[in-house]
């Protein structure tokens, strides 16, 4: 067996304020064992789109 830690970023696109459904996102991933390493809130004044950056961690066996 071997021991892995894997990184990923999850990002979220919407015109609509992105508050709740952020919050939603961070729950769901700590629900599923991830680490919250951190969250960037960014508006992109050219697709006029809330682009939200969730960057979380998590770490295990590969029994595969």
């Not at 979220?12 to 960037?40: C, D, H, M, W």
């Not at 992109?44 to 939200?52: G, L, P, R, S």
């Amino acid at each position: 067996d071997l021991y892995d830690e894997t990184v990923i970023q999850v990002h979220y696109f919407t015109k609509n304020n992105p508050q709740s459904n952020k919050k939603t996102i961070r729950r769901l991933l700590r629900e599923a064992g991830f680490n919250i390493i951190n969250t960037v809130d960014l508006y992109e004044t050219d697709t006029k789109y809330h682009h939200i950056v969730v960057e979380v961690w998590i770490d295990g066996i590969i029994d595969d």
